[in-house]
């Protein structure tokens, strides 16, 4: 079993910062792109940023800039560091990894829970 547990969402102003963690735990033989994504309401969710496990990101256009992603190998965790935050960037963030659990030497996707993030004056 696996899973991922988010933390840091909140409320903020524009213009403001945040920063979310996501932390897998359970019987992991290796992990392999990391990633968040987003939803708003009534939008698609969409890729914000991701991190392969050789340190490569990739950004979506309107974070460009302002969000950063990061991870931490020994600790299975992935960062999202959001700075000058907009009022678009309110939406549940979820992050996603794909993992190999030590039973199925292939990786499967796996999804945290989702965090509220609201940027509001």
């Known amino acids: 079993q696996v899973q991922l547990v988010e933390s840091g969402g909140g409320l903020r102003q524009p213009g403001g910062s945040l920063r979310l963690s996501c932390a897998a735990s359970?019987?992991?033989?290796?992990?392999?792109?990391m990633g968040w994504y987003r939803q708003a309401p009534g939008k698609q969710r969409e890729l914000v940023a991701v991190?392969?496990?050789?340190?490569?990101?990739n950004y979506a256009d309107s974070v460009k800039g302002r969000f950063t992603i990061s991870r931490n190998n020994a600790k299975n965790t992935v960062y999202l560091q959001m700075n000058s935050l907009e009022p678009e960037d309110t939406a549940v963030y979820y992050c996603?990894?794909?993992?190999?659990?030590?039973?199925?030497?292939?990786?499967?996707?796996?999804w945290g829970q989702g965090t509220q993030i609201t940027v509001s004056s």
């Open positions: 359970g019987s992991i033989f290796s992990i392999y792109t």
């Open positions: 996603n990894m794909a993992i190999a659990t030590m039973r199925a030497r292939f990786e499967s996707t796996y």
């Open positions: 991190v392969t496990s050789g340190g490569n990101t």
